[in-house]
T-cell receptor
Framework: EPEVTQTPSHQVTQMGQEVILRCVPI?????FYWYRQILGQKVEFLVS????????KSEIFDDQFSVERPDGSNFTLKIRSTKLEDSAMYFC??????????????FGPGTRLTVL | KNQVEQSPQSLIILEGKNCTLQ??????????LRWYKQDTGRGPVSLTI?????NTKSNGRYTATLDADTKQSSLHITASQLSDSASYIC???????????FGAGTTVTVRA
């Protein structure tokens, strides 16, 4: 069964450093998402991506964040200058259709980002 | 503000017993409601998806109900198993929207 994969599973970085989180969505999916979950809190939407551009983003997704689909298979989230409060589990998701459709979003296993 | 509220926050049940989790939402305009299961340290996995016209949806021992008039949903777990220990998250989608709005989840612990 196809699945969303994410690398690395755990990333430790120093405050102020740049990190890139990588995701490989399911191959025939067209919509891609990043979510984050701070320890003990609920999952929060960051950004959605469709047709090689951002389709929607939350207030969390500020200028420090960027997304890219560099090669047609990978989908990346970059945090330019990490802060302590960026420590969280980051989930990538993909779907065949838009979120309001009767269509499942498949989530990856997540990358745990720890900022020291 | 669009909200998804779940109760209880956590519960403990004995293996073989049933339980029901609740979800209230104020999300509007509503498109669909999903229940996800999230094992510790893993990504959420979809259990059910319902639109406003659907009242109930089953997936094995999981049965979800939806009352779009009162904006309430429930997830019933029948004959619980140890593997049901997880967080169960109510997730709502808005019409013409890309993102999903998550509840805080109910942590279910099944004990032998």
């Amino acid at each position: 069964e196809p699945e969303v994969t994410q690398t690395p599973s755990h990333q430790v970085t120093q405050m102020g450093q740049e990190v890139i989180l990588r995701c490989v969505p399911i191959s025939n999916h067209l919509y891609f998402y990043w979510y984050r979950q701070i320890l003990g809190q609920k999952v929060e939407f960051l950004v959605s991506f469709y047709n090689n551009e951002i389709s929607e983003k939350s207030e969390i997704f500020d200028d420090q964040f960027s997304v890219e689909r560099p090669d047609g298979s990978n989908f990346t989230l970059k945090i330019r200058s990490t802060k302590l409060e960026d420590s969280a589990m980051y989930f990538c998701a993909s779907s065949e259709e838009r979120g309001d459709s009767y269509n499942e979003q498949f989530f990856g296993p997540g990358t745990r980002l720890t900022v020291l | 503000k669009n909200q998804v509220e779940q109760s209880p926050q956590s519960l403990i049940i004995l293996e073989g017993k049933n339980c029901t989790l609740q979800c209230n939402y104020t999300v509007s305009p509503f498109s669909n409601l999903r229940w996800y299961k999230q094992d510790t340290g893993r990504g959420p996995v979809s259990l059910t998806i319902m639109t406003f016209s659907e009242n109930t949806k089953s997936n094995g021992r999981y049965t979800a109900t939806l009352d779009a008039d009162t904006k309430q949903s429930s997830l019933h777990i029948t004959a619980s198993q140890l593997s049901d220990s997880a967080s169960y998250i109510c997730v709502v989608s808005l019409f013409r929207d890309y993102k999903l709005s998550f509840g805080a989840g109910t942590t279910v612990t099944v004990r032998a």
